[in-house]
């Protein structure tokens, strides 16, 4: 009923506001009919009951001045093959009022957040992954004298259509030097400084453990950047909190980011060291895949696009991990050899990630629950290889009409990990039983401006593996009628896959349909089995067959 | 205005501070829980309980790998609490921790073990219900939190409690199982009993939490069937008063493939307006 009320009230301001265009409407929907294919999944296992799944949502958002409010409807009749299945039903999950005046920014009901990277604090949505841990509560941001900016929140997290029982609560200050020093900006010099503060609340029972009811976190950062120079750093702390994820070890954890760039025309250079230990932070202690998750890890690998390599995602380790990346682009400019008329861009990206050293406890024991769980030298290497990705690719500009990038990629990709979930420990106490499979890809793309403004884009891939999927190859084109009209087609071919009854095709074939806002997508053919990954974050996908349909609008 | 924001700073910085952070020195409670087992008593043929009881149901399956941390979970509850805890592995949920292959070529699942997942919307394995205890928003635990929920549901009264004496016959390999359940506590909501046979003891694959599959795993509690279907039967359409007491007997002919040796019945008192267990029992199928 109270419900109903706030609904109600958030009505009200709508009626006869409609002609001043202060309602802004998102709606998206989403179905596929699934087909049984024989060849794909031989026993059937992975085909639903119901052969037709859809889901949706609608978001609703009025402004008038200062003032916001919104409301999304969502619907899942039933959620669609590969995303949690607690999606059931039907509601409006995510309701708030805004206000913004003067340096106050006031919000009740549900809003995202995050603070700094998000180490310790990051309230947010992934469609795509089916990931929403939207807070439910109040969160209120001000501006202070001399460029400070503070944020607090509270509240509990969404969990499909209930919310945890956990409380979350944080505050963050962030202090931007160059309001408080302008002639700083002038030298070229920009600096900003910032810590958080994020605990949660949750009752402990347990007959045999001391658990802790309060989980604090902190989080210090600085951004600094002069002449095209940009050195940002996190590092967080969170006091001992047992979980599912930690197999109730009692360890603090910490991690730290920093990253470096140098961007001048033409060039960019980036490179980035993560070191991660113990760092999963829910508000249940007990929760599984990525329902709760107050914190967000960033991964430091580059999320591939290109079909065949996108098959191998790197998926944050929250119990541990290190590595880093490092990227450099260059454009050869116009009019030298390589560059030619319109130059030619050059890009190399690596990416590694290995397990943190963990030995064993002075008592012999390891990740055993209500102890400390392991000892760890800080930038020592642990001896299970994660990731690994060497990329580099060469684009170039051919004519007005014609650009073509070439790409090549070496991967080493640990499944028994990244893939079947294996935690560390696991293989810490079974060394040698985990997969680590090297994959060598090339890809060759090709985009041509056609006459009649029709463009065609092409991509041939190819990938090599040493086990687990196999050899592939693909092929796939783009053909862009008119500005509101795209075919695509294309084809894996797993030629190469270590069972003989698993070398099938996987064709898809897809019609894209613009109108102003809106985008319609009607496509059929066979998903492949894999893992889809979104900022390290990743869910797994089943195989399956059959017609999808998908509608984006805005209003 | 400008004093202001200082000032509510100043009060939440300190609500955060002060009540934020648990340090735990030592992990173990001190008062090391030694269970005893009082929960019931044999008079006669009859098992008589006398202390409230939890039934902590395990969704699982034999291709599932993290599965038998479930199963570890449920044994941890049984050295704590003895025969307090009614565990039911039902090995239901998605097909492909669940189906047959050549490897693991034993078929655990059941019509009315896949009505029950179904019925709580079981998505994902190992997944497991406590009592039934949240439905229907929150009701799926996972074998984490299952130790402190049965510690706090233990620490209640018990509600109802049952008397169990069960009959077979090796020839005809036919199940009796007679109840008696006696109100400790006023219930306005209809009650239903439902009514499992359940087997232990059985050797097959499993796949292990290290992906290796282990052909002699021993698999516990593996529900079999529901003799009165998967929700059961109505007892009482407006529930009872304390001292109420309600009998009834179930017959069931045992399926020639189970070991009635390492079989028991399982008996719920539900509420059926919110299918929380109001009291579980269980009792060996060949006494």
């Known amino acids: 009923m109270r419900l109903i009320l706030f609904i109600f009230t958030l009505c009200i301001p709508f009626i006869g506001v409609a002609q001043q265009q202060k309602i802004r409407a998102i709606i998206q929907s989403d179905a596929q009919w699934y087909l049984r294919d024989e060849i794909l999944d031989p026993s ?168 802790p009811q309060n989980v604090g976190a902190f989080a210090f950062r600085t951004n600094l950047n002069f002449k095209g120079v ?23 954890g910490n991690g730290l980011v920093s990253t470096i760039s140098y961007s001048k025309k033409g060039l960019g250079i980036l490179a980035s060291i993560k070191r991660i230990d113990n760092m999963s932070f829910r508000s249940d202690r007990n929760g599984q895949q990525f329902d709760l998750f107050i914190n967000f890890l960033p991964p430091t690998s580059e999320p591939h696009t290109y079909a065949l390599v996108a098959l191998y995602p790197y998926a944050t380790q929250i119990n541990g991990e290190i590595g880093g990346q490092f990227e450099i682009n260059y454009m050869v400019p116009r009019g030298s050899p390589l560059g030619g008329k319109y130059g030619t861009k050059l890009s190399i990206n690596s990416a590694l990630s290995n397990s943190i050293d963990k030995s064993v406890l002075a008592d012999g024991t390891r990740g055993q629950k209500g102890t400390q769980g392991y000892i760890s030298e800080y930038f020592k290497f642990g001896p299970t290889i994660y990731f690994r990705d060497l990329n580099g690719s060469i684009s170039h500009k051919f004519s007005k009409k014609h650009k073509s ?57 190819w990938s090599i593996a040493d086990g687990f999927r196999g050899d592939m190859a693909m092929a796939l084109i783009e053909w862009t009628i008119n500005h509101d009209l795209t075919l695509a087609v294309q084809d894996i071919y797993n030629y190469g896959h270590p069972t003989p009854s698993r070398r099938i095709h996987y064709p898809i074939v897809s019609l894209i349909h613009f109108n102003g806002p809106t985008r319609v997508q009607v496509g059929y053919g066979r998903q492949q089995q894999g893992v889809f990954c979104v900022g390290g974050v990743c869910r797994v996908v089943p195989p399956s067959n059959g017609l999808s349909i998908s509608l984006t609008t805005s209003l | 205005m400008h004093y202001l924001k200082y000032f509510i700073l100043f009060i939440f910085s300190s609500y955060l501070f002060f009540n934020s952070c648990d ?50 979970a449920i044994r941890e509850l049984d050295s704590l609490f003895g025969s307090k805890i009614v565990p039911l592995a039902i090995h239901a949920g998605p097909s492909n921790f669940t189906g047959t292959n050549n490897d693991y070529p034993i078929d655990f699942t059941t019509q009315e073990g896949d009505d029950i997942a179904t019925h709580f919307g079981i998505f994902a394995l190992p997944m497991g219900l406590v009592q039934r205890l949240d439905y229907p928003n929150s009701h799926q635990k996972t074998y984490s939190a299952w130790s402190a929920l049965t510690f ?46 359940k087997e232990s003891e059985i050797i097959a694959p499993q796949l292990m939490p290290n992906n290796a599959r282990n052909e002699t795993y021993i698999h516990k509690n593996v529900f079999r069937n529901a003799p009165l279907g998967p929700l059961g039967n109505l007892i009482s359409q407006n529930g009872g008063e304390v001292g109420q007491i309600f009998n009834g007997s179930i017959t069931s002919n045992l399926d020639p493939l189970l070991n009635a040796k390492e079989c028991e019945w399982v008996i719920l008192l539900y509420d059926k307006s919110n299918y929380k267990v109001i009291q579980p029992g269980s009792t060996l199928v060949y006494p």
């Not at chain 2, 090391?32 to 149901?57: C, M, W, Y």
């Open chain 1, 230 to 252: 940009n050195w940002g750093t996190e590092w967080a702390y969170k006091i001992n909190d047992p979980s599912y994820d930690n197999g109730y070890i009692y360890r603090p």
């Open chain 2, 152 to 197: 706090l549901e233990l620490a209640k009264s018990p509600e109802a409690l049952f008397s169990l004496n069960a009959e077979y016959d090796s020839l005809s390999r036919t199940a009796v199982l007679n109840y008696s359940v006696e109100l400790s506590s006023n219930q306005t909501n209809p009650l239903w009993i439902a009514v499992y046979i």
């Open chain 2, 23 to 72: 340090v735990i020195d030592e992990p173990f409670k001190d008062n090391t829980f030694i269970p005893i087992d009082t929960s019931s008593t044999i008079i006669g043929d009859t098992l008589v309980q006398t202390e409230r009881a939890v039934i902590v149901e395990d969704f699982t399956g034999h291709r599932c790998k993290n599965c038998p941390k479930a199963s570890k």
């Open chain 1, 44 to 211: 059937g296992e992975y085909f639903p009951n119901e052969r037709l799944l859809g889901q949706g949502f609608a978001l609703f958002t009025y402004t008038d001045g200062d003032f916001q409010a919104g409301m999304r409807y969502e619907n899942y009749q039933n959620v669609m093959l590969g995303f949690p299945t607690g999606y059931r039903g039907e509601g409006i999950t995510y309701r708030y009022a805004r206000v913004r005046k003067e340096n106050w920014d006031i919000t009740v009901g549900n809003f995202y957040e995050q603070f700094g990277s998000g180490l310790i604090f990051r309230s947010y949505e992934e469609r795509g992954l089916g990931l929403d841990n939207a807070m439910d509560g109040f969160r209120i941001i001000t501006k202070l004298n001399g460029g400070i900016k503070i944020k607090g929140v509270l509240g509990r997290q969404r969990k499909y259509f209930t919310k945890s029982e956990g409380v979350v609560r944080g505050a963050d200050i962030e202090w931007s030097a160059n309001e408080l020093i302008p002639a700083l900006g002038k030298k070229g010099v920009f600096f900003s400084t910032g810590a958080s503060f994020v605990s949660k609340f949750q009752r402990g029972f347990d007959p045999i453990l001391n658990l």
């Open chain 1, 405 to 461: 990038q070439i790409s090549f990629f070496r991967l080493k990709y640990n499944k028994t990990v990244l893939n079947d979930g294996v935690g560390d420990i696991t293989l810490l106490e079974n060394p040698g039983m985990d997969s680590v499979i090297t994959i060598n890809a090339i890809v060759l793309e090709n985009q041509f401006k056609l006459s009649n403004g029709q463009t065609i884009r092409n991509e041939l891939q």
